[in-house]
């Protein structure tokens, strides 16, 4: 089986190689605050979804975050206990009908899908359904439709129900390099596939980013095999350079 191990070029910039041994280790995980917001569920949702994923493909994140759950739950049994009707758990699944919305139904119609219905789904997105954690699998439509955002990179939108985050797969041709940019807005990047590195290092499977604005990088995949990311979005990239005074007018994204 392969992984990819890190050497350095002589500018000093981490490069990928290939060589065979055991599958890569996570090294990237998100911060205590972002594990104690999703644990007590005041974490956007579309971030969640990462983060979810993140805990499917990382033991020590899932042990962070068990721990988390369980001094909520302690802390919820010591507070003081309130009284409520006899039909307040009625009147909340009634509220719950009254709140969804048309994209909130289309995800849930996608949740319900059968596991043979989402390899087929993987399958005509060329995308192996292995590596992809429980929750985004459950996401993948029956039809992924991909862009082409440049040479080395392309992006396919994923519905998830809600109107701050735009979540995407994002796939980065082997041996690719993504246009230098900055980010306008707090940015997720889960590995799911392959491998790339930036100026600050390499990323492998499971591995969980954040950039927020004035972090500039340049991301490339590995020489021997596309890269496969989910990214979580709250704002366009900014790209640098000429090349953004050109572009950067015209990039937005999509929330669904």
Not at 104 to 116: L, M, Y
Not at 118 to 144: D, F, S
Not at 186 to 197: A, I
Request: glycine share 6%; hydrophobic share 35%.
């Amino acid at each position: 089986m392969n992984h990819t191990a890190s050497s350095r070029s002589s500018s000093g910039r981490p490069t990928l190689s290939n060589t065979s041994s055991a599958p890569a280790i996570i090294n990237h995980h998100p911060d205590a605050n972002m594990l104690v917001e999703y644990a007590s569920g005041s974490l956007p949702w579309g971030l969640s979804i990462a983060v979810s994923a993140h805990l499917q493909l990382c033991q020590h994140c899932q042990q962070q975050h068990a721990k988390l759950s369980a001094l909520g739950g302690s802390c919820l049994n010591d507070a003081p206990k309130e009284a409520v009707n006899d039909d307040a758990f009625s009147r909340l699944l009634s509220n719950i009908d009254k709140a969804s919305t048309p994209a909130e139904d289309k995800v849930i119609e996608h949740c319900q899908q059968t596991a043979a219905q989402t390899l087929v789904n993987a399958k005509r997105a060329g995308i192996n359904a292995e590596h992809l954690p429980r929750v985004v699998k459950k996401l993948l439509p029956p039809q992924l439709r991909w862009q082409k955002i440049s040479n080395a990179l392309k992006s396919a939108r994923l519905i998830t129900g809600q109107g701050k985050h735009e979540v995407a797969f994002h796939k980065i041709s082997k041996g690719g390099k993504v246009v230098e940019h900055d980010h306008r807005g707090l940015e997720v990047t889960l590995v799911l596939e392959g491998s790339f590195s930036d100026e600050e290092g390499i990323y492998c499977p499971g591995d969980f980013l954040v950039r927020e604005p004035g972090q500039v990088h340049r991301p490339t995949a590995s020489q021997n095999q596309d890269c496969l990311c989910l990214s979580v979005c709250e704002a366009p990239v900014k790209v640098t350079g000429l090349l953004g005074t050109l572009l950067n007018p015209f990039l937005s994204i999509q929330p669904a």
